[in-house]
Nanobody, 129 residues
Framework: QVQLVESGGGLVQPGGSLNLSCVAS????????VGWFRQAPGKEREGISV????????YYGDSVKGRFTVGRDLGRNGVYLHMTGLKPEDTAVYYC??????????????????????WGPGTQVTVSS
């Protein structure tokens, strides 16, 4: 059974940093694109980043570009999201999804991932002083 588990969320002050993890079981995550999403209270879920197979390419949404970094954690069969310069508007539940692909079109991949079934609990990030 394929499972992705997000962790690493917490309470952080504005300007602070957090590292989120997405660890997989039931598949070799490095063979899949992995997308990060977030949903803030009262807002639609937003795809914020995606990494290609073997981490040759990455994509970031405008809201996180220059502050967040996505990468592979091969030892844990996972993907991390390193978040810096956190702002109160980054407060949300963060989720990850994986998808196999033939050509890396990040926006389309995020859209396909978002519609690929129910969401797990995610990990809560709260940015507040």
């Amino acid at each position: 059974q394929v499972q992705l588990v997000e962790s690493g969320g917490g309470l952080v002050q504005p300007g602070g940093s957090l590292n989120l993890s997405c660890v997989a079981s039931g598949l070799t995550l490095n063979n899949y694109a992995v997308g990060w999403f977030r949903q803030a209270p009262g807002k639609e879920r937003e795809g914020i980043s995606v990494i290609s197979r073997g981490d040759s390419s990455t994509y970031y949404g405008d809201s996180v570009k220059g502050r967040f970094t996505v990468g592979r954690d091969l030892g844990r069969n996972g993907v991390y999201l390193h978040m810096t310069g956190l702002k109160p508007e980054d407060t949300a539940v963060y989720y990850c999804r994986a998808r196999y692909y033939t050509q890396f079109y990040p926006v389309q991949l995020l859209s396909a991932m978002a519609s690929s079934g129910p969401w797990g609990p995610g990990t809560q990030v709260t940015v507040s002083s």
